[in-house]
């Protein structure tokens, strides 16, 4: 894919996600909850250590951090971080601080944050293997990185499926045929650890450490 494509799918992803944005929390969190919130809890985050949430999207993960700890939300959409804003009224615990931005250019110096947590992020942005770049880049050496997503399936019936549905899929906001080695086998960093996560186990959540 082009770089102009790939600008074309980015402001495709960003105008879904301004409309998903509304209904974001009811339709999604009951079916993807379980796998956000075991990825919070593996990260591990104790009080003193940066935080980066690619993907932040209406904040769902931002009350689970504990408190003592400074968390970085970015995202693309506006509307998804006006919802995020809004669920941090009243909340006590983590130091939280909400941004706009490209997760294929984050604004942050090399090594800046020890946990990096991207929920549901690598099957919808345009270009995954640039945004595993940044989180790589941004993540201190023996740091922690969390990707929950959805990877086409290893079933030989079930992958063609996959791959049929995916045009579709796109115009809702995601992809269905991302292959799990494009986190697994980024440079950079070593897998530690993945399990299946949420309904029938059809989600991945990859535990990586930074080289």
Request: contains cysteine; glycine residues 8%.
């Amino acid at each position: 894919m082009n770089a102009e494509h790939v600008d074309q799918a980015s402001r495709r992803v960003e105008k879904v996600y301004g409309v998903l944005a509304r209904v974001y929390d009811d339709f999604f969190d009951w079916a993807l909850g379980p796998g956000r919130r075991r990825a919070v809890a593996q990260l591990g985050v104790k009080p003193g250590d940066r935080v980066l949430e690619v993907g932040v999207g209406t904040g769902l993960s931002l009350p689970l951090y504990p408190a003592g700890c400074e968390v970085v939300g970015i995202d693309i959409s506006e509307p998804m971080l006006d919802r995020a804003r809004t669920r941090l009224d009243g909340l006590a615990g983590a130091d939280v601080r909400l941004m706009r931005m490209d997760a294929r250019a984050v604004k942050f110096p090399d090594a800046y944050f020890d946990k990096v947590l991207a929920p549901y992020v690598i099957s919808v942005v345009s270009d995954p293997h640039a945004v595993l770049a940044e989180m790589v880049r941004i993540c201190r050496p023996g740091g922690t990185i969390i990707v929950v997503n959805h990877f086409i399936s290893g079933w030989r019936w079930l992958a063609p499926f996959e791959r049929w549905v995916t045009p579709l899929s796109m115009w809702v906001g995601f992809r269905l045929d991302v292959p799990v080695a494009t986190v697994t086998e980024a440079p950079g960093v070593t897998l530690v650890r993945a399990q299946r996560v949420n309904m029938f186990g059809m989600w991945s959540l990859l535990e990586l450490r930074r080289n």
